[in-house]
């Protein structure tokens, strides 16, 4: 449980965590945010790690002179950019064996089909629009990979969301960050982020059930 808690106080405290790990870890920071952004977009355990929030707030950082904003976007877009790609490659391997029984209940070969239709139609964009809603960008690539959606459009649109979604929160960090407002309350605005971020889902959520 207090893992849980420390968690959470870090993502609720990210100026403060990150400044702490910057302090401590110095070089290797860059290591740690590319572990955090990798998980966060390549593993489908880890949909509440922070994203949006945690590049804004390295921009900031950034913006302080405490890290390098060049070094900070190959890192960051690398890690986003590996991480969906092994969540793909995950959801490729993992789905035909899930769904091979004839008569599961939840995981029929006709939603694989569906996956796969849906993917080869809106793939690319469904890509790049997930980068930037909180939990759907972890699960995106790993049902690409069931939906078996070719790897070679995947990938092409994999690079171009990646870049897209660091460069946004990155250079906002990066330009808004030397704000005093923003200085004075960069907890506050990497919560308001994460609050924003949820919006589209929210919304889609909401008007999928006004539908039904």
Not at 47 to 62: E, Q, R, T, W
Not at 95 to 110: H, I, L, M, N, Y
Not at 185 to 190: D, E, Q, V
């Amino acid at each position: 449980m207090s893992i849980i808690t420390d968690f959470i106080n870090f993502v609720l405290h990210l100026d403060q965590s990150l400044g702490a790990i910057i302090q401590q870890f110095g070089p290797w920071t860059y290591v740690i945010l590319f572990a955090i952004v990798f998980c966060e977009t390549g593993l489908v355990v880890a949909p509440f790690f922070p994203g949006d929030s945690l590049i804004f707030v390295s921009g900031a950082f950034a913006a302080s002179g405490l890290l390098n904003i060049e070094l900070l976007f190959i890192t960051l877009s690398l890690a986003a950019i590996i991480g969906d790609t092994v969540n793909y490659w995950i959801g490729h391997f993992v789905g035909p064996k899930v769904f091979a029984q004839e008569k599961s209940r939840f995981f029929k070969k006709e939603y694989l089909k569906r996956a796969h239709d849906f993917y080869e139609k809106h793939g690319g964009k469904a890509i790049i629009i997930a980068r930037f809603v909180p939990i759907i960008r972890t699960f995106a690539p790993f049902v690409a990979g069931i939906g078996e959606m070719s790897y070679r459009r995947f990938i092409a649109y994999n690079i171009i969301g990646g870049v897209g979604w660091v460069a946004a929160f990155l250079l906002g960090g990066y330009y808004f960050g030397n704000l005093q407002v923003v200085k004075d309350n960069l907890s506050l605005t990497a919560i308001v982020i994460i609050i924003i971020s949820f919006i589209p889902a929210i919304v889609e959520f909401l008007s999928h059930r006004k539908k039904k």
